[in-house]
């Protein structure tokens, strides 16, 4: 991953990184507030308007490994393995 500002210093980060972690790094480029955690609880993780599970690239501490996490209808790929609606997501595939 590439990113150029001209706020930043030119800098090699040999660690993985995650998607999530772009929105972030992007406020944090911008000068804007920072984003709150996303609660871990559901009912008010979905009333709150803006926030994030993932870390600014800019000031994070060394991570070593990066996670995804995608829902799956089955254990074997069907119809609509690609783009489950929510309510048939059964299994989760992690990577």
């Known amino acids: 991953m590439i990113i150029s ?3 930043l210093r030119p800098k090699i980060v040999d660690e993985p990184v995650e998607l999530v972690d772009i929105f972030p790094t992007l406020v944090d480029i911008a000068g ?3 984003i709150s955690k996303c609660p871990r609880n559901l009912i ?3 009333l709150t308007k803006i ?3 993932g870390k600014s690239l800019i000031s994070r ?3 070593h490994f990066a996670i995804t996490q ?3 209808p089955s254990e074997n790929p069907q119809e609509n393995s690609a783009l489950p609606d929510r309510n048939d997501i059964k299994f989760m595939g992690y990577s």
């Open 70 to 72: 995608y829902g799956r």
């Open 51 to 53: 926030c994030t599970e």
């Open 44 to 46: 008010k993780s979905r």
């Open 61 to 63: 501490r060394k991570f």
């Open 32 to 34: 804007l507030p920072k």
């Open 5 to 7: 500002s001209p706020k």
